[in-house]
C-alpha cells in the first residue's frame, strides 16, 4: 500500500531530525559534514532555480566559491579568540572574499554570455544565502575556548521547528488574515505570532539549559529567530515563485529540497551566530 503524502512527510521528516540531531551530537566533524552537504546540495538548488530565470551561474566556480567562504567562517570563528591572530584572520577572511569576487568579475568578462549582471548578482546571493550560513551554523558551535558546544546549535533548530510547529498549529486554529498571500497563501498574521510565541517559550528552556544570558533575552532570540525564519521561508518562496518552481528538490520526500527545508535556518543562522556572541561577550 502506497504511502499518503503526509505520511511520507513524517517518515522523512523523523529519519532525518534523527540523523540532524545525532549527528550534531556525535562531534564536531559530523556536524561540519551535515552542514557541508546541507551546502552542496543547497548549491545545487539555486543553480536549478537561477537556471529556470535563464541565469547561467559557473556552476564549478559557484560550488568552489561557496565552500572556500564556507571553510573561511568556520576558521575564523577557529582562530578569532587566539592570541594573535585575530587580526591575521580578519586579513585572510577579506582577503578570500574580495579574491573570490575579483576571479567572479574577471570570469565573466570572458564568459561572454547574456545577461551577465544577472549571473553576477546571482553568484554572489549564493555566497551570502548559503555559504556564510552553512559556516556561521558550524561557528555556532565553538565556544570561546574553542571547545565543542553542540547544544548551541541544536537550539538554534529548537527555535525552527518550534516556531514552525506554532505558527501552523495556530494558523490553522486561529487564522483569518493573510500575512503575504502574493508568496505564500497560506501563511496568516495569526499563524506568525502563534510562532514568534512558541519560540519565545523554547527561549525558556534555553535559559535554564544553556545559560549565558538573562530569560528576558533568551525569550528575545526565540522571536527575533521566528521572525527571521518567517522571513527566509518567504524569501525561499518567492525565488520559487519567480522560477515557476514547487519545489526547490526532490531529496527529501514528502517534503522538497533542502532549500525547502532549511530556508529559515538559512536567514536565522548569522543571526544566531551574532546574537550569541553578543550574549557571551
Known amino acids: 500500500m502506497a504511502l499518503s503524502n ?3 512527510r513524517v517518515i522523512t521528516g523523523a529519519i532525518f531530525g534523527i540523523v540532524l540531531i545525532g549527528g550534531i551530537l556525535l562531534s564536531e566533524y559530523a556536524l561540519t559534514s551535515i552542514a557541508l552537504f546541507i551546502l552542496l546540495v543547497g548549491c545545487f538548488e539555486f543553480n536549478r532555480l537561477v537556471h ?3 541565469i547561467n551561474t559557473n556552476r564549478a566556480f559557484l560550488y568552489l566559491a561557496n565552500i572556500l567562504v564556507f571553510a573561511a567562517c568556520i ?3 577557529m582562530t578569532q579568540h587566539s592570541i594573535g591572530l585575530v587580526e591575521h584572520d580578519t586579513f585572510l577572511f577579506l582577503s578570500i572574499f574580495i579574491g573570490l569576487l575579483f576571479l567572479l568579475f574577471a570570469w565573466e568578462l570572458f564568459r561572454g554570455i547574456p545577461k551577465p549582471l544577472e549571473n553576477l548578482a546571482s553568484s554572489i546571493l549564493s555566497l ?4 556564510v550560513p552553512c559556516g556561521l551554523l558550524v561557528s555556532c558551535s565553538i565556544g570561546n575556548d574553542g571547545n565543542y558546544l553542540p547544544w548551541n546549535v541544536l537550539y538554534l533548530f529548537f527555535f525552527m521547528w518550534a516556531s514552525d510547529t506554532g505558527a501552523y498549529f495556530t494558523g490553522r486554529a486561529f487564522g483569518k488574515h493573510k500575512l503575504f498571500e502574493r508568496l505564500s497563501p497560506k501563511k496568516t498574521i495569526e499563524g506568525f505570532i502563534g510562532g514568534i510565541v512558541t519560540a519565545m517559550l ?3 528552556a534555553a535559559y ?3 545559560g549565558g544570558a538573562s530569560l528576558p ?6 522571536g527575533v529567530l521566528s521572525v527571521t525564519g518567517s522571513m527566509g521561508d518567504l524569501f525561499e518562496s518567492m525565488l ?5 518552481i514547487k519545489d526547490s528538490g526532490t531529496i527529501l520526500p514528502g517534503h522538497g529540497g533542502i532549500l525547502d527545508r532549511f530556508d529559515s535556518t538559512l536567514l536565522s543562522a548569522p543571526i544566531y551566530w551574532v546574537l550569541l556572541h553578543f550574549i557571551q561577550s
Open 6 to 8: 503526509h505520511q511520507t
Open 52 to 54: 529556470a530565470l535563464s
Open 75 to 77: 576558521y575564523f570563528s
Open 128 to 131: 551570502i544565502y548559503l555559504g
Open 202 to 204: 523554547v527561549g525558556i
Open 208 to 210: 535554564y539549559f544553556l
Open 217 to 222: 533575552m533568551w525569550m528575545l532570540i526565540g
Open 240 to 244: 520559487k515563485r519567480q522560477a515557476n
